[in-house]
């Protein structure tokens, strides 16, 4: 019942015409597996972007929003920009904007908020340090994130897609294995069911963190897994092949 979803985070790679010219190669690719696919590139490259996949099944995500209309905030970006570039998705909350720009649970809620009243679905980003792991709080940690940046969100929850990305196997080749992320999937599934019910079923929550080619099908075989969201592995086109086309 929920369509499953591979999103490629570009973080800070891939200029212009470097975006224009992996998004050609991954046209030319086959999706065996019928996921949705999603590539999120950098906010200067969304034009770029946005241009390039005209006529085709990808669809166009950012790495950020901000939580105001328009205003002093130098060096950010608004909902409504992003949404006349034919931005669809945008991630919040991903670990490295909480590490290196002081995001926190608060300002995810407000990004999100800001998201869905404009139009873009967010991907909400979630996980535990290794210290948090090796403490065994890590489903109390991404229950809490979750219900905080899902704060006031109501009816349109149906938009929303979670990204269970633990901080310690962000580009280090190190995964959670397929057990264990099915299982704090399984307990933000719960958190998000607490507050919003059965809407929670319809909730996609994706894996990241090391995903690629060879975990890929692993990963996408557990029942609470519905995608992926790929750093690495998604900046040249043979590597994002190998996780699109996860069977
Ligand atoms: P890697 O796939 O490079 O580990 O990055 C995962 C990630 O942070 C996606 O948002």
Redesign the pocket.
């Known amino acids: 019942m929920r369509t499953p979803m591979i ?3 570009w ?1 800070m790679n891939k200029t212009p015409a470097q975006t224009k010219a992996l998004i050609e190669d991954l046209k030319k690719m086959q999706n065996r597996c019928g996921a949705e696919l999603v590539v ?1 590139p950098m906010t200067v490259s969304l034009a770029a972007a946005s241009e390039a996949l005209k006529g085709s099944n990808i669809h166009l995500g950012a790495q950020n929003v901000h939580f105001a209309d328009n205003g002093a905030y130098t060096g950010e970006c608004n909902a409504d920009s992003l949404k006349e570039l034919g931005v669809e998705y945008v ?1 919040i909350g ?3 904007r909480r590490q290196y720009f002081g995001e926190t649970d608060v300002t995810v809620n407000q990004r999100s908020l800001k998201a869905l009243e404009a139009g873009l679905k967010p991907i909400i ?1 979630v996980g535990e340090s290794l210290e948090q792991k090796q403490q065994g709080i890590t489903k109390e940690i991404v229950c809490m994130q979750t219900k905080v940046a899902l704060l006031n969100v109501g009816a349109q929850i149906e938009n929303v897609v979670i ?1 269970y ?1 633990p901080v310690w ?5 190190l ?1 959670a294995s397929p057990e264990e992320a099915n299982a704090t999937i399984a307990a933000i599934r719960g958190a998000i069911r607490e507050v919003f019910g059965a809407a929670a079923d319809r909730v996609r929550i994706l894996y ?5 080619a060879k975990n890929a099908h692993d990963l996408m075989a557990q029942p609470e897994i519905d995608g ?7 900046l040249a086109a043979e590597k994002f092949d190998g996780v699109v086309n996860f069977n």
């Not at 196997?169 to 080749?173: V, Y």
């Not at 990241?208 to 690629?212: A, I, K, Q, V």
């Not at 992926?228 to 998604?234: F, H, K, N, R, T």
């Open positions: 999103a490629g985070n973080k999120c991630i991903h670990s490295e980003c990204a990305e196997a962000i580009g280090t080749g995964t990241g963190g090391s995903m690629n992926g969201l790929i750093g690495g592995a998604a």
